[in-house]
């Protein structure tokens, strides 16, 4: 009756028991309520507008409302390749093992908030010596033994260690679930970036075969005066000394084309040589949207997945300080045996052979009192150093999204500053060309044009390369804005 009574007693107070430790209170952070730089990407609009481009565009929808950004691109083998690193990548799995561990820890966690039951059997023949059983008979000296019994545990959470303990488990878990989306963030992004890349390479490819193909014809016709007497070996040797640096262009421009296309394969989980043949023929970079909508600060904030991360990992650490702490009270645990002995198995389970027991026990290392205060001291450092890594990653994501505001827009005004150097420079090879036909000009001046044509057009094809990278870079930093492609398990979301 005794051991009933305090048990009841013990039952209500964990039903009003409190969890001790702090409960968590996410930060207050001050934010701008606009990014600085998302006028640098207005002024890139007005430019396009004042010089005639793109000027029936609409503004890209913003990247949060773009579920889907590197579809707003219109390649579909960009898009095909995407989906296929959704798929397949190793980073992606890696992830994706780590959030289902988490997963699993929380589910053991779980566990311990109810009682833990074993069940055990056994079953015995001895004999003792006849100088344990002294005259004793050697038959009466053998004995049988069986049982079969059921034990059960449960720790009375009066002061929230197993509570602590599952909240702490479960802001991991949701922990994991956003390392996974950054991971899947990081991915998407490097594989578009990758692919602009190498259209850009193709076409810096592109404008040094065909600058190589115009200095050849430069050389035949150097030839041909040298050979008709009206030329000199001088004009040769110059003429043919640009050809030959133009094509030096050539080889490291394949080599980096190729590294490129092996990076892409991996990235989707395939061999490096496993899309060559889809890669080799040439395209366009991707069409640029007009313009990027950041949204606001506070909008980026709530679903870039770096910042989630560390804001349940701040969670997760402030929970394990109530693990800690828990340590300073008593811990209750309930418990109790039912079964039966015989000495015989006809006779189990028969009301005589039943035996039973219950408890009440008490663990309380008050006299380690130095060590629990030390493992407080720990987790409040761990919270304090959590805290510090939340508030960073803020930061951080403000300043990748303002860094990739700004290079957008830049190249944006950039692109069209080279696109009329190239043109203009593509006119004044031709007519330089004319000119030394007609005898008006002198070689230097054609070898001069054409020297300038090519840096300028290639300028312009990787001023378009970085334009579209950084548009990449800024739905990146806007995290995409994405369904995740891995669904949140249920237990994880659903509690």
């Not at 949204?295 to 109530?322: K, M, N, Y």
Request: net charge negative; charged share 25%; with cysteine.
């Amino acid at each position: 009756m005794v051991i009933r009574s305090l048990t009841l007693g013990l039952a209500a107070a964990l039903l009003a028991a409190c969890a001790v430790g702090p409960n968590y209170v996410r930060p207050n952070i001050e934010t701008p309520s606009k990014f600085a730089r998302d006028e640098a990407a207005s002024d890139a609009r007005a430019a396009d507008i004042a010089t005639g481009v793109e000027q029936n565009a609409a503004p890209t929808p913003s990247p949060q409302a773009d579920a889907e950004f590197w579809r707003s691109f219109n390649d579909p083998l960009l898009t095909r390749l995407v989906e296929d690193a959704l798929a397949a990548n190793h980073d992606l799995r890696i992830a994706l093992a780590s959030y289902d561990r988490a997963n699993a820890l929380l589910r053991n966690a779980k566990l311990d908030r109810f009682p833990t039951v074993t069940a055990s059997a056994t079953g015995s023949d001895s004999r003792a010596s006849a100088d344990q059983a002294p005259g004793v008979s050697r038959a009466d000296r053998d004995g049988e033994s069986y049982s079969v019994q059921a034990d059960v545990s449960w720790e009375l959470d009066l002061y929230g260690r197993v509570r602590r303990g599952v909240e702490s488990s479960r802001a991991e878990a949701w922990a994991a679930a956003s390392d996974l989306d950054a991971m899947q963030v990081a991915i998407v992004g490097e594989v578009a970036r990758s692919y602009v890349e190498l259209r850009g390479l193709q076409e810096r490819l592109r404008v040094a075969q065909e600058n190589a193909e115009n200095q050849r014809e430069t050389l035949r016709l150097v030839n041909a005066r040298f050979d008709a007497g009206r030329g000199t070996e001088f004009d040769t040797s110059r003429a043919r000394a640009q050809l030959e640096a133009t094509l030096s262009r050539v080889p490291a421009l394949e080599a980096q084309v190729a590294v490129t296309m092996h990076r892409l394969a991996v990235l989707t989980g395939q061999t490096p040589d496993a899309l060559i043949a889809e890669l080799t023929p040439v395209k366009p970079l991707p069409a640029l949207p007009a313009r990027l909508d950041p949204g606001s600060p506070g909008e980026l904030l709530r679903h870039r997945p770096d910042v989630i991360a560390a804001e349940h990992r701040l969670h997760a650490a402030t929970a394990r300080i109530g693990v800690a702490t828990a340590d300073l009270f008593p811990r209750f645990t309930l418990g109790g045996l039912i079964g039966s002995q015989a000495i015989d198995t006809s006779s189990l389970f028969e009301r005589d052979s039943e035996t039973r027991l219950a408890f009440l026990g008490i663990d309380w290392s008050f006299l380690d009192i130095g060590r629990v205060r030390a493992r407080i001291a720990a987790a409040d450092a761990d919270a304090a150093g959590e805290l510090a890594r939340y508030q960073q990653s803020v930061l951080l994501a403000l300043e990748d999204t303002e860094n990739a505001l700004v290079r957008y827009a830049r190249t944006r005004v950039e692109d069209q500053h080279l696109e009329q150097a190239a043109a203009d420079s593509a006119t004044a090879a031709r007519l330089a060309r004319v000119r030394y036909d007609a005898g008006a000009a002198d070689l230097f001046e054609v070898l001069d044009a054409e020297r300038t044509r090519l840096t300028a057009e290639e300028a312009f094809a990787d001023a378009r390369t970085r334009s579209a990278s950084s548009a990449v870079a800024l739905y990146k930093a806007l995290a995409g804005g994405w369904p995740t492609r891995v669904p949140v398990r249920e237990d994880v979301a659903s509690r």
